[in-house]
């Protein structure tokens, strides 16, 4: 590693030995409720030194940034600042992404902050660490298709969600603008294309069909919401929502015919361009905005660590969540591989994984202070739920909470959908500001414009 602008110096005791520094990179819904448990226990009596890096200065829980694409959530009313909860959680925060590790020299680099122009704002760092936790996600994956990456929008960032909002308010107002030049000139329709079949795409589509009504409704254009918006959902597989049991995918498909959204499955997409979206079986759908929803990759950083990876770059870890090539570095969540049982199968990508690892890696991270043995994860699925907006919700519950897989919708699914998002919010600031924080939100809800309008 190249001589750093700064290195983070470690905390000592009054004694001069150095306190344990557990470093996790990655602020999303596991790291984030990893390092505000720790900060809870281990930062606050000083057993050890707890710190948070990730490139952006707030957090927002990733299932909800389809409804930041879509309008129906304000951003600014659901982030979480990384400073204040470092604060109010006895842990560091340092913001920039990660660069590189050196594992010989047990540090990681962090990236300078720049400002608009480009100008720094915080220098490159080095970070020593004792026990390293990566919990970076992942990203969207475009799998090398001609014009994806440049012509398709992904839904990984808030500014990418707010990015989308704009442009499909931008559509549908440009395309009534030919209305007011002349009064026999016909409205062009709007078109919109998800590329991927799950629960990010399924999810997403439902909430533009929501978006396009109330934009009418304002007035902000004359479009028919249900017939001048077109919104088609384009599934490489068989069926949508492949993850799930084909009963839930079929009364998704049948709640989205309802929704007047095209459902295309078994036609992989060849090629994106400015306007269209090419399929493998000839089609040219027209496309005002193409989003891309399907497949994951982890960030290329962990390609250069030297660690074992799977074929998308996964580290692969032990029943511990210890890196099988290190034992010094843990890796959860989306950025890591993690067998399911004796099923041959790894631990899929879900917001409820990457809770349960917290919760297990909180108990390894007191144990390895203690000098004890780790304890061993096992994945409990509870099942999924998929939110279809103001119109319906669906999924099926499973594993011990039934007893069985059972299929679920309507208000029950509805009401554990909101929960997921609760459940987050009381593992990082308890009941009381997590129930404050409820009804805010259902007041929010009830006094303003469902969608974003500007």
């Known amino acids: 590693m190249n001589s750093p602008a700064y290195v983070i110096p470690k905390e000592r005791r009054s004694t001069g030995q150095e306190i344990h520094r557990i470093v996790v990179v990655g602020g999303g819904a596991g790291g984030l409720e990893l390092v505000t448990q720790l900060g809870d226990s281990l930062g606050r009596s000083k057993k050890a030194q707890i710190i948070l890096v990730d490139k952006s200065a707030t957090h927002i829980w990733k299932p909800l940034l389809h409804e930041v694409a879509a309008g129906s959530m304000d951003p600014s009313a659901h982030q979480l600042e990384y400073v204040a909860q470092a604060r109010w959680h006895n842990f560091e925060f340092y913001q920039g992404a990660m660069m590189d590790v050196s594992r010989d020299e047990k540090c990681l680099r962090v990236a300078p902050v720049l400002d608009e122009n480009q100008n720094p704002i915080l220098p490159e760092r080095v970070i020593p660490y004792d026990t390293l936790v990566l919990a970076i996600g992942s990203v969207t994956n475009f799998f ?15 500014i990418q969600a707010e990015t989308i909002r ?60 249900q017939k001048d918006v077109q919104i088609t959902l384009v599934e490489a597989g068989p069926r949508i929502l492949p993850p799930l049991p084909e009963k839930i995918s079929i009364e998704t498909t049948r709640l989205l015919g309802y929704l007047n959204i095209d459902v295309m499955t078994g036609d992989r997409v060849t090629q994106v361009t400015p306007d269209a979206v090419l399929t493998a079986s000839g089609k040219s759908l027209p496309s005002d905005l193409t989003v891309w929803a399907g497949g994951i990759r982890v960030p290329a950083v962990l390609h250069e660590m030297g660690l074992e990876t799977n074929g998308i770059g996964q580290i692969i870890v032990s029943n511990t969540l210890q890196s099988v090539s290190d034992k010094n570095i843990f890796a959860f969540g989306d950025c890591a591989a993690c067998a399911w049982g004796d099923s041959g199968k790894i631990v899929p990508p879900r917001a409820q994984a990457a809770h349960q690892q917290a919760s297990t890696l909180v108990k390894s ?17 509870y099942g999924s739920l998929i939110s279809l907006g103001n119109y319906e919700a669906v999924g099926n519950l499973m594993g011990r909470m039934v007893g069985r897989s059972v299929k679920i919708q309507g208000f029950l699914a509805r009401m554990l959908y909101l929960s997921l998002y ?29 969608v974003k309008l500007h």
């Open 166 to 225: 704009r442009r499909i308010l931008s559509a549908c107002m440009r395309s009534q603008s030919g209305a007011f030049l002349s009064a026999d000139a016909p409205v062009k329709k709007v078109h919109l294309v998800i590329i991927g079949g799950g629960a990010t795409g399924v999810e997403l589509a439902a909430e533009l069909r929501n978006t396009a009504e109330v934009l009418a409704a304002y007035g902000l254009h004359k479009l028919d919401p």
């Open 422 to 450: 609760r459940n987050h919010q009381m593992a990082l600031h308890g009941f009381f500001r997590m129930a404050v924080d409820a009804l805010v939100d259902w007041l929010r809800h009830n006094t303003k414009p469902r």
């Open 144 to 158: 090398n298709v001609p014009g994806a990456e440049k012509h398709a929008m992904a839904v990984d960032t808030v």
């Open 365 to 381: 991270m007191h144990r390895l202070l203690a000098k004890k043995s780790l304890p061993v994860f096992t994945y409990r699925d």
